[in-house]
């Protein structure tokens, strides 16, 4: 019998638990542990009998864990988590902030590479997912233009980003699609659509005691990379209010290519997600991407690694065999 692949979760807020979660539906694999920067006696798991560790313990399970799923959020967490844990460990991380993928990569690649570990990158559903959807659609109609479309949901890293202002006690984001943009574009039209076009923002935010509502503002619609570059709005909510109102993380999107196949044909390709829970959905793809990476690293294919890097099969816990037999 194949033996288990272990492994470890680092962090345990709601991507942490759905891991935690995720694992259980996976036969092939078993959680040693997880991992907090937390008093490990303050953390309730899922389940009775997952084990909950401090970080600082991680290097005795050098030998004991085959991959670590690293939970932490993209702003402050991964950027310094994942390059010198990929030292260590063969990894698993959700850096979603798109447009300082390429040098997170760089940042990956060179430890893991150095000490023959796989690190997979920027695994979720986008990028992840929909990323391998953009790859096929200009693939498979290089004479078109994609088009990717999130919401109506709360996006996990926004509102992480919001939380981590000065002088913001909770907050929560979310990311509201334009329907007459993704109407035009499924019409087989090809619109120019800016940012704002595309996509509104809506954030609710408590404040602490004290805080200047004005700059709390200033800094999110200012921020770089998530707010800069969308209608944004900031309502100022009381705790309570956020606990009866915003206590669901539903999500999704869509990933359109319109393209010509012919000068006679235009042809549409659409993938879409609706999600009940983001983080849920979100662990679930980490814990396939970190069965992949285990056998990756197997095969000696070492360093960073992205969704593009992985063939199907290798997400799956059926054998090459079964998969041509009952998929294919």
Not at 3 to 8: A, C, E, V
Not at 18 to 41: C, Y
Not at 100 to 113: G, L, Q, S, T, Y
Not at 129 to 158: C, V
Request: hydrophobic fraction near 35%.
């Amino acid at each position: 019998m194949q033996n288990l692949i272990r492994i470890g979760i680092v962090g345990y807020g709601n991507l942490g638990r759905g891991v935690e979660t995720s694992i259980q539906k996976n036969p092939d694999l078993e959680l040693v542990g997880i991992f907090t920067r937390r008093a490990p006696e303050s953390v309730s798991p899922c389940f009775g009998d997952t084990k909950v560790f401090h970080m600082d313990d991680l290097n005795d399970f050098q030998d004991k864990i085959d991959v670590l799923i690293l939970c932490g959020g993209s702003k402050d967490d991964l950027p310094k988590q994942t390059p010198e844990l990929a030292s260590k460990f063969n990894t698993v991380d959700s850096f979603d902030t798109h447009a300082r993928i390429p040098e997170f990569f760089d940042a990956v690649d060179a430890p893991a590479k150095a000490n023959n570990k796989t690190a997979m990158i920027s695994i979720g559903w986008d990028p992840g997912m929909f990323s391998i959807n953009r790859l096929f659609g200009e693939a498979l109609l290089p004479d078109g233009e994609t088009y990717t479309f999130w919401g109506k949901g709360l996006s996990q890293g926004h509102s992480d980003a919001i939380r981590r202002v000065e002088g913001v006690k909770a907050g929560v984001q979310y990311t509201i699609p334009s329907t007459d943009a993704i109407e035009k574009v499924r019409s087989g039209v090809r619109p120019v659509l800016t940012t704002k076009e595309k996509h509104t923002r809506e954030c609710y935010v408590v404040l602490e005691d004290g805080a200047d509502a004005e700059a709390v503002k200033h800094a999110i619609v200012t921020m770089p990379d998530y707010f800069a570059d969308y209608n944004t709005t900031v309502n100022f909510i009381d705790e309570a209010t956020l606990r009866a109102e915003h206590n669901t993380m539903p999500h999704g999107g869509f990933v359109i290519r319109s393209g010509n196949s012919s000068d006679a044909h235009n042809q549409v390709i659409e993938f879409s997600l609706k999600l009940d829970s983001n983080p849920e959905f979100t662990a679930s793809v980490l814990v396939a991407y970190a069965r992949a990476t285990y056998r990756l690293n197997q095969m000696g294919q070492f360093g960073a690694k992205t969704a593009f890097d992985v063939a199907p099969g290798l997400l799956s816990s059926k054998s090459p065999e079964q998969l041509r037999k009952e998929i294919l």
